[in-house]
């Protein structure tokens, strides 16, 4: 068990695009269960976006068409590429991740209840009108 290490955020307009990265070192990807999830001040941790195995994709609705989640196994790095950010894109954002499949929906509907074994540290983004 460890920390994953997050890129840094960043600072866009309204209608910009950032892309955050997730290093999993040492990660196998024969199994897996990864996502990203953001918090915001005063607010409760809310799932963004989920990847697994087996499983494919599972996005929040107030991101669908806007976000997309990736792995790159070759660079055991995990990616959210987020377009047409809006002001409410502004909260913290943690990737997770598990060597254990998982429902991608589930974990996005449940923030609160993930227990992936790893976590990164958070990293700002901030997307001003």
């Known amino acids: 068990q460890g920390e994953l290490v997050e890129s840094r955020g960043g600072s866009v307009q309204s209608g910009g695009s950032l892309r955050l990265s997730c290093v999993v070192a040492?990660?196998?990807?024969?199994?897996?269960?990864m996502g990203w999830y953001r918090q915001a001040p005063g607010k409760e941790r809310e799932g963004v976006a989920a990847?697994?195995?087996?499983?494919?994709?599972s996005y929040a609705e107030f991101v669908k068409g806007r976000f997309t989640i990736a792995l790159d196994n070759a660079k055991n790095t995990l990616y959210l590429q987020m377009n047409n950010l809006k002001p409410r894109d502004t909260p913290v954002y943690y990737c997770?991740?598990?060597?254990?499949?998982?429902?991608?929906?589930?974990?996005?509907?449940?923030?609160?209840?993930?227990?992936?074994?790893?976590w990164g540290q958070g990293t700002q983004v901030t997307v001003s009108s």
């Open positions: 040492a990660y196998t990807y024969s199994s897996y269960c």
């Open positions: 997770a991740a598990d060597s254990n499949p998982c429902i991608p929906l589930v974990v996005i509907n449940a923030p609160l209840d993930a227990d992936f074994p790893y």
């Open positions: 990847i697994s195995d087996g499983a494919g994709e």
